[in-house]
Every structure is written in structure tokens, then in C-alpha cells.
């Protein structure tokens, strides 16, 4: 029986908690009568899209560098939407060789395994820290799906970044309660392979955000007060521990390095992104109406920053904050050997949480912070930021840790048995005297903000296929305090001790807080009816080959697929010297579009001269020297042509500059020059010439043979 609860613990409920987003997605995942629920907004052109290209170069055995088909030329490998170096793409590249292919529907399903990537960490963290089984169920059942996950699903990289929150907590707390220095080694490493996930995911935004998660972990195991009510009496080896998570990160960070710098010294040569804007910043308002929203009824909450989890959810939280039991209970062991203490509930384990989530949710208001003004002006890197309610999502693991404790005490109220009746009769009505005054505010505020129509625009603009069931969340609220009501009543008057009986309330209150999200939550940012695109495979080197054929195009888009590139741009992306070019030349459309391609396909020009104050200018003096070169070869990282000039000049491949592009004539080194500021140039003496374009990038340039 021991072993067979064993097998069930570690490995059965493991891998249920890990396929629970993919039954709670199956419509994003599993093609039904050939049609399936797709997501949109910026998940085809900002994700897919990169992935079929990276995708395509590792499966042809090359990692490409340099992307020639957006934006007139841009860096490819750290481009954060790119995801190069995430370790995943390992087994997307095999996936794509087998199948032949990728799809959509294939990085949908993905992007849910990074939530469910996410929900096997917040278990295994949890079980760390409570013994009690049922609450941490409760806890990353909930909170792997609650809206700030679902709704990130348009980002995949983001999904993939936080999917490895929960992991570095599990690691850093195996590493605080290691008694070996086995196992400290052991997680260590454990944490290596889980630091570089998660600085290689392509979401900087959420690495930025980790501190505001990890540090204030930390202090739960560095102030010893809050080590005793949440770890109880744990011995920690603290120089070893310190040790092991200093050389860590210190490893981590070596790995990690050449990459975060080289994506911090791209968005500082990107348009908007250089930082130091303050209106830039807060162009995007949280606040807290917006926390009320996420909590109690989101259409009047924003988007980008919303966290609802359900009112079953919140109602067991605020049981727990108003009435659960403090003081220092009973120790225990759970299936883990780790010593537990039922003190938890006690009042600074709860003020300390709320302070955590209402730090985080005060940095999130903006300009309506002073907290957010003071770290906007002094914490390095924060001015370069905006939308703020994202960085909510560090809320989901606090929340999801304050779930488990905030069931684990309803669990109590409902199956302990007292002595004495009157005080058992007593403690039994002050939770539903509770539940009921709680729920009148949060009915009471849903049925204002339903009544009189206060909605988020982006629930008017962009959530119309789900508008209609704003009233679900009133309807599923009530539902939830009535069973909450139940349960409380039932255990008042026979306390629900069995394990059958308590997994069954489980059950119950999980399965209501699923539909009570579902609905919404399942369903942002997306599409229904979509029938299954075929799988898409593409010879990027053929590709890049055949560009020098096709005209460019110049709609707002990011990398193409095919052999006819964009020198379109997309808002506040892309280099800001293109983005002057492009703003310089608006008054003559018709001249850039030649220059840039768009007009017959030419990407090459020899002039006599690079100093003209316009485009026209420009091709005046080009245009008496066509047809002098020919293309040897293109890989997109490599250009590689022939040139037989009379004249003394200067030969530009319209395809923009960076710091690692270098240029070789006849196979020797030369200075490169700039057309307009941004496109690449070189100047040759009259005559006949082997032109090498090559980008080598730092650590990993290669060499012309």
C-alpha cells in the first residue's frame, strides 16, 4: 500500500498536474471534427514565424546570425522573439525533421507545455514547502491556469520564461535544506539548466521581473522568524548553501552573458527602447481598479496586467487571512521527509505574503507609484521598460503558495473535530459568518461594474467573441460561495476527515474554479474554427539565394518566409537609424522604394559618392552604373559578389549595418562605409574586385577563408 501511494505521489499526480493546461486547453492543442481554437494577436507574426525560420536553419546543421528578410536586415540570433538559444529547440528541430514540418497548431501545443512546464514546478516547489498534498493541488491547479497564464498564451516566449519561476524556487529551495553536499551539487546544477531556460526563454521582460521574485524568496529563509512559520525548524548549513547558490548563478551567468548583452545592446540601437522615456514607460495605465478587476471581475480590468483566479479561489484566501488559525500547531513530515509546522497560519506569515502582492501590484500603478517613480529613476535598466502590468505574472507563483496555505487551513476548518461542542459550534460559524460579509462585497462590487458597463477597452476591442458572458462571473461567483457554504456547514456538523472525502471536496472546488475561468480564460486572443495549416518546411538557404530575384516589400511585418524580404517596420521595433532613414525619405515614397527594393528588386548600387542629402540624389548617381557586379553567393550571414567598376567609388548593399558586419576586398580587410547612416558601403578603386560581406558577431564571428 506505502509503495503503491508512493508510485501514485511521485510519479502518477506529477504527470497529471503536468497534462491538467492540455486538458484545459484541448481545443488549443487537438484538432476536433478538423477544426481547432487558434490564438492570434502577435502569436503568428512575433513568434511563429522566427520559430519556422530557426527551425529550418538547425535542421539544414547552421545557426543563422544575421536576418536579411525583415526590416531591411536585423540581427537574428539576438533578437529576443527568436528564441535562438533556448534549449527546447533541441527537440523542435527533431520534431520538425520527423514531421517534416511546423504549424501553427504544432507551436500552439508548445506554448501550452510551457504552461504545463510551469505547473509540474509550482508542484514540485509547493511540495518543498507544504506537506499537505490536497492544498497544493488546490494551489498550481488554479494558478497554472488563471488568466495571467492563459492570456500570455499570444506570447509563447513569455509562456516559456515563467514556465522556469517555480523551478529556480524549487531549486533554491533544495539547495537552502540540503543535508548533503551531494545534494546541494546536485540542485546546484539542477539550477544552472534552469537559470539558462529561463535567460534564454526570449522574454527579457520576465528576467528583469525575476528579482522582484527570487529576493524576497530569499528573505523568507535569511530572516529567521519567517523561516520558522514557513519551513518550521530546518536546519540549514548556511556557507554551503550561500556557496552552492553563488556559483550557481556565478556559472549561469557565464553561460548566459554574451547572449543578455548582446540583446541589451540591441534594444539600445532599437527605436523607443533606449529607455529614459518616462511617458514611454507609463504609456500603458494598471492601476487599482485594475486589481480589483483581476480579482473579483476582470472585463473591467487590464488586460495586460489581470491575474483572476477564480472567486472560489479568492473566497479561500480571504477565509484564510480573516479567520485561519495562528499559532504554532503540530510538526509533521511529509512524503518528502521535510518537517512541517501548521504555523503558517499565523499573522506574520500572512502580512508577509500580503505585503509581497502588494508590493508588486504598487510597482505595477506607474505613474500612480512613488515606489515605481523611485525605481524608474534609480534601478538600472527599470526606465527602459513599459506596460508594467505584466510584470503581475511574478504574482502567480505568490499566489499559487497562498492558495496552498489558505486550503490547507480550510481544509482544517472543515474536518477538525473540537472537544468542547459549544466552542466547536462556535469556531464553525465565525468562517461562514465570514465567507457570507465577503462575498456581499465582492457581489456587490460585481453587480456595479456589470450594471453599469465599466469595461476595459481591450475587452470592447479585442475580447468581443467572450463579451457576452461578463455576467458568467457573477453567476459563477454565487455558485462558488454556495458551495463554499456547504462545505463549511457540512464540516461544521461531521467534520470531513477521510482522505476519500476530502479529495472529493478537492475535486469539486477545482473543477468549479475551471469553469469558472474557462470561458474567458481559454479563449483571449483567439479564434475559433481554424482548420489545421499543413505543416510548413522551407530551404532557407534557397530562400535567401533566390531573394536577389524578387522584389522587397515594405507593409508593416516582421521576417518573411519567402524569397521576397520586407524592409517593412513594425512600432517601436527595429533599428532607430533605418527608422531616421525611413523618416527622412517619407516625402519621397517613390524614390526609396527603389532604393529599398520594393520597386524591381535591385539591392546592390555602385555611386561615386555616399554624401547626398536624398534618396534621389542618391540614385542619380547610381543609376549611371548598373548591372558592374554579380551575385557569387548569399547566405543571409554572407554576401559574396563580383565587381568590375571604371570608376573609383563606392559599392552599398542596402541591407542595414551592425556592430560584427565586416567587409573584404579581393580577401583583404577593409573599413566599411555607411549610406544614409545605416545601410552598409565600401569603397573600391576603379577596376575588378571579389566583395565579401560577412557578419561576425563577437564570440561567435567565424573567419573568411
Same mark, same amino acid.
Given at each position: 500500500?506505502?509503495?503503491?501511494?508512493?508510485?501514485?505521489?511521485?510519479?502518477?499526480?506529477?504527470?497529471?498536474?503536468?497534462?491538467w493546461?492540455?486538458?484545459?486547453?484541448?481545443?488549443?492543442?487537438?484538432?476536433?471534427?478538423?477544426?481547432?481554437?487558434?490564438?492570434?494577436?502577435?502569436?503568428?507574426?512575433?513568434?511563429?514565424?522566427?520559430?519556422?525560420?530557426?527551425?529550418?536553419c538547425?535542421?539544414?546543421?547552421?545557426?543563422?546570425?544575421?536576418?536579411?528578410?525583415?526590416? +531591411? =536586415?536585423?540581427p537574428? !540570433? /539576438?533578437?529576443?522573439?527568436?528564441?535562438? @538559444?533556448? &534549449?527546447?529547440? %533541441?527537440?523542435?528541430?527533431?520534431?520538425?525533421k520527423?514531421?517534416?514540418?511546423?504549424?501553427?497548431?504544432?507551436?500552439?501545443?508548445?506554448?501550452?507545455?510551457?504552461?504545463?512546464?510551469?505547473?509540474?514546478?509550482?508542484?514540485?516547489?509547493?511540495?518543498?514547502?507544504?506537506g499537505?498534498?490536497?492544498?497544493?493541488?488546490?494551489?498550481?491547479?488554479?494558478?497554472?491556469?488563471?488568466?495571467?497564464?492563459?492570456?500570455?498564451?499570444?506570447?509563447?516566449?513569455?509562456?516559456?520564461?515563467?514556465?522556469?519561476?517555480?523551478?529556480?524556487?524549487?531549486?533554491i529551495?533544495?539547495?537552502?535544506?540540503?543535508?548533503?553536499l551531494?545534494?546541494?551539487?546536485?540542485?546546484?546544477?539542477?539550477?544552472?539548466?534552469?537559470?539558462?531556460?529561463?535567460?534564454? +526563454? =526570449?522574454?527579457?521582460? !520576465? /528576467?528583469?521581473?525575476?528579482?522582484?521574485? @527570487?529576493? &524576497?524568496?530569499? %528573505?523568507?529563509?535569511?530572516?529567521?522568524?519567517l523561516?520558522?512559520?514557513?519551513?518550521?525548524?530546518?536546519?540549514?548549513n548556511?556557507?554551503?548553501?550561500?556557496?552552492?547558490?553563488?556559483?550557481?548563478?556565478?556559472?549561469?551567468?557565464?553561460?548566459?552573458?554574451?547572449?543578455?548583452?548582446?540583446?541589451?545592446?540591441?534594444?539600445?540601437?532599437?527605436t523607443?527602447?533606449?529607455?529614459k522615456?518616462?511617458?514611454?514607460?507609463?504609456?500603458?495605465v494598471?492601476?487599482?481598479?485594475?486589481?480589483?478587476?483581476?480579482?473579483?471581475y476582470?472585463?473591467?480590468?487590464q488586460?495586460?496586467?489581470?491575474?483572476?483566479?477564480?472567486?472560489?479561489?479568492?473566497?479561500?484566501?480571504?477565509?484564510?487571512?480573516?479567520?485561519?488559525?495562528?499559532?504554532?500547531?503540530?510538526?509533521e513530515?511529509?512524503?518528502?521527509?521535510?518537517?512541517?509546522?501548521a504555523?503558517?497560519?499565523?499573522?506574520?506569515?500572512?502580512?508577509?505574503?500580503?505585503i509581497?502582492?502588494?508590493?508588486?501590484?504598487?510597482?505595477?500603478?506607474?505613474?500612480?507609484?512613488?515606489?515605481?517613480?523611485?525605481?524608474?529613476?534609480?534601478?538600472?535598466?527599470?526606465?527602459?521598460?513599459?506596460?508594467?502590468?505584466?510584470l503581475?505574472?511574478?504574482?502567480?507563483?505568490?499566489?499559487?503558495?497562498?492558495?496552498?496555505?489558505?486550503?490547507?487551513?480550510?481544509?482544517?476548518?472543515?474536518?477538525?473535530?473540537?472537544?468542547?461542542?459549544?466552542?466547536?459550534?462556535?469556531?464553525?460559524?465565525?468562517?461562514?459568518?465570514?465567507?457570507?460579509?465577503?462575498?456581499?462585497?465582492?457581489?456587490?462590487?460585481?453587480l456595479?461594474?456589470y450594471l453599469?458597463?465599466?469595461?476595459?477597452?481591450?475587452?470592447?476591442?479585442?475580447?468581443?467573441?467572450?463579451?457576452?458572458?461578463?455576467?458568467?462571473?457573477?453567476?459563477?461567483?454565487?455558485?462558488?460561495?454556495?458551495?463554499?457554504?456547504?462545505?463549511?456547514?457540512?464540516?461544521?456538523?461531521?467534520?470531513?476527515?477521510?482522505?476519500?472525502?476530502?479529495?472529493?471536496?478537492?475535486?469539486?472546488?477545482?473543477?468549479?474554479?475551471?469553469?469558472?475561468m474557462?470561458?474567458?480564460g481559454?479563449?483571449?486572443?483567439?479564434?475559433?474554427?481554424?482548420?489545421?495549416?499543413?505543416?510548413?518546411?522551407?530551404?532557407?538557404?534557397?530562400?535567401?539565394?533566390?531573394?536577389?530575384?524578387?522584389?522587397?516589400?515594405?507593409?508593416?511585418?516582421?521576417?518573411?518566409?519567402?524569397p521576397?524580404?520586407?524592409?517593412?517596420?513594425?512600432?517601436?521595433?527595429?533599428?532607430?537609424r533605418?527608422?531616421?532613414?525611413?523618416?527622412?525619405?517619407k516625402?519621397?515614397?517613390?524614390?526609396?522604394?527603389?532604393?529599398?527594393?520594393?520597386?524591381?528588386?535591385t539591392?546592390?548600387?555602385?555611386?561615386e559618392?555616399?554624401?547626398?542629402?536624398?534618396?534621389?540624389?542618391?540614385?542619380?548617381?547610381?543609376i549611371?552604373?548598373?548591372?558592374?557586379?554579380?551575385?557569387?553567393?548569399?547566405?543571409?550571414?554572407?554576401?559574396?559578389?563580383?565587381v568590375?567598376?571604371?570608376?573609383?567609388?563606392?559599392?552599398?548593399?542596402?541591407?542595414?549595418?551592425?556592430?560584427?558586419?565586416?567587409?573584404?576586398?579581393?580577401d583583404?580587410?577593409?573599413?566599411?562605409?555607411?549610406?544614409?547612416?545605416?545601410?552598409?558601403?565600401?569603397?573600391?578603386?576603379?577596376?575588378?574586385?571579389?566583395i565579401?560581406?560577412?557578419?561576425?558577431p563577437?564570440?561567435?564571428?567565424?573567419?573568411?577563408?
Amino acid at each position: 500500500m506505502i509503495k503503491r501511494q508512493s508510485f501514485f505521489t511521485k510519479f502518477l499526480l506529477p504527470l497529471a498536474v503536468f497534462c491538467w493546461p492540455v486538458l484545459y486547453l484541448f481545443r488549443h492543442v487537438f484538432s476536433i471534427d478538423g477544426k481547432y481554437t487558434a490564438i492570434g494577436n502577435d502569436f503568428i507574426s512575433l513568434y511563429f514565424k522566427y520559430k519556422i525560420y530557426l527551425l529550418a536553419c538547425l535542421a539544414e546543421f547552421r545557426f543563422p546570425l544575421w536576418s536579411p528578410a525583415e526590416g +531591411a =536586415g536585423f540581427p537574428f !540570433y /539576438i533578437n529576443p522573439f527568436t528564441q535562438a @538559444f533556448y &534549449p527546447l529547440n %533541441l527537440l523542435l528541430t527533431v520534431w520538425y525533421k520527423i514531421l517534416g514540418g511546423y504549424s501553427p497548431l504544432d507551436h500552439q501545443l508548445f506554448t501550452v507545455l510551457g504552461i504545463s512546464i510551469f505547473a509540474l514546478g509550482l508542484f514540485k516547489w509547493l511540495r518543498q514547502i507544504n506537506g499537505n498534498i490536497r492544498a497544493v493541488l488546490f494551489g498550481v491547479l488554479i494558478m497554472s491556469v488563471s488568466f495571467k497564464m492563459t492570456e500570455i498564451m499570444r506570447f509563447p516566449n513569455a509562456v516559456h520564461t515563467a514556465a522556469w519561476y517555480p523551478w529556480i524556487l524549487y531549486a533554491i529551495t533544495k539547495i537552502m535544506l540540503a543535508r548533503s553536499l551531494r545534494s546541494a551539487v546536485t540542485n546546484a546544477a539542477l539550477l544552472i539548466v534552469f537559470l539558462v531556460c529561463l535567460c534564454t +526563454a =526570449g522574454y527579457p521582460y !520576465y /528576467i528583469f521581473y525575476s528579482p522582484f521574485l @527570487f529576493a &524576497p524568496y530569499m %528573505l523568507v529563509f535569511l530572516i529567521k522568524p519567517l523561516r520558522t512559520r514557513f519551513f518550521a525548524s530546518q536546519v540549514i548549513n548556511w556557507k554551503r548553501a550561500i556557496v552552492t547558490l553563488i556559483a550557481a548563478g556565478g556559472v549561469a551567468v557565464l553561460l548566459c552573458a554574451p547572449y543578455l548583452l548582446g540583446v541589451k545592446g540591441l534594444m539600445a540601437q532599437t527605436t523607443d527602447r533606449t529607455g529614459k522615456d518616462f511617458e514611454y514607460s507609463v504609456s500603458h495605465v494598471f492601476n487599482y481598479e485594475d486589481t480589483i478587476g483581476s480579482l473579483v471581475y476582470p472585463p473591467f480590468s487590464q488586460t495586460e496586467g489581470w491575474y483572476f483566479f477564480s472567486i472560489t479561489g479568492l473566497l479561500v484566501v480571504f477565509l484564510y487571512l480573516l479567520i485561519g488559525k495562528s499559532g504554532i500547531g503540530l510538526q509533521e513530515k511529509n512524503t518528502d521527509g521535510i518537517t512541517k509546522q501548521a504555523c503558517s497560519r499565523d499573522l506574520w506569515a500572512k502580512l508577509f505574503l500580503v505585503i509581497w502582492i502588494a508590493l508588486i501590484s504598487y510597482i505595477s500603478y506607474g505613474r500612480s507609484s512613488y515606489l515605481f517613480a523611485f525605481l524608474w529613476k534609480y534601478m538600472p535598466g527599470f526606465c527602459s521598460l513599459r506596460v508594467w502590468g505584466r510584470l503581475n505574472i511574478i504574482l502567480v507563483p505568490i499566489l499559487a503558495w497562498l492558495l496552498s496555505l489558505a486550503y490547507e487551513s480550510f481544509e482544517s476548518m472543515i474536518s477538525t473535530k473540537n472537544v468542547a461542542s459549544t466552542k466547536r459550534h462556535r469556531q464553525a460559524l465565525f468562517p461562514i459568518i465570514t465567507v457570507a460579509a465577503v462575498y456581499l462585497v465582492i457581489l456587490g462590487t460585481q453587480l456595479y461594474l456589470y450594471l453599469n458597463k465599466h469595461y476595459d477597452f481591450y475587452w470592447v476591442e479585442f475580447f468581443k467573441n467572450v463579451a457576452s458572458k461578463d455576467i458568467y462571473f457573477v453567476i459563477y461567483g454565487a455558485i462558488a460561495f454556495v458551495a463554499l457554504l456547504f462545505f463549511l456547514i457540512l464540516g461544521g456538523a461531521i467534520q470531513l476527515k477521510s482522505n476519500k472525502s476530502l479529495a472529493i471536496v478537492l475535486l469539486i472546488l477545482v473543477l468549479m474554479a475551471a469553469v469558472e475561468m474557462r470561458g474567458v480564460g481559454a479563449n483571449m486572443w483567439t479564434y475559433g474554427g481554424q482548420k489545421p495549416d499543413k505543416r510548413i518546411r522551407i530551404d532557407v538557404s534557397k530562400t535567401n539565394e533566390a531573394s536577389f530575384a524578387f522584389r522587397r516589400y515594405d507593409s508593416d511585418s516582421t521576417i518573411s518566409l519567402r524569397p521576397n524580404f520586407s524592409v517593412g517596420i513594425v512600432p517601436n521595433w527595429y533599428f532607430d537609424r533605418y527608422i531616421k532613414f525611413l523618416d527622412k525619405t517619407k516625402g519621397e515614397i517613390g524614390v526609396r522604394r527603389v532604393l529599398l527594393g520594393v520597386q524591381d528588386g535591385t539591392k546592390i548600387f555602385f555611386s561615386e559618392s555616399l554624401i547626398h542629402d536624398t534618396a534621389k540624389s542618391f540614385l542619380n548617381d547610381a543609376i549611371r552604373y548598373r548591372g558592374l557586379w554579380r551575385v557569387s553567393s548569399y547566405s543571409g550571414d554572407e554576401l559574396s559578389c563580383q565587381v568590375d567598376t571604371p570608376v573609383a567609388g563606392y559599392l552599398s548593399f542596402i541591407d542595414n549595418w551592425d556592430h560584427g558586419w565586416k567587409v573584404f576586398v579581393d580577401d583583404k580587410p577593409v573599413d566599411m562605409e555607411l549610406l544614409f547612416g545605416t545601410f552598409k558601403s565600401v569603397k573600391l578603386d576603379a577596376g575588378r574586385h571579389q566583395i565579401t560581406f560577412i557578419y561576425q558577431p563577437g564570440w561567435l564571428g567565424r573567419r573568411v577563408r
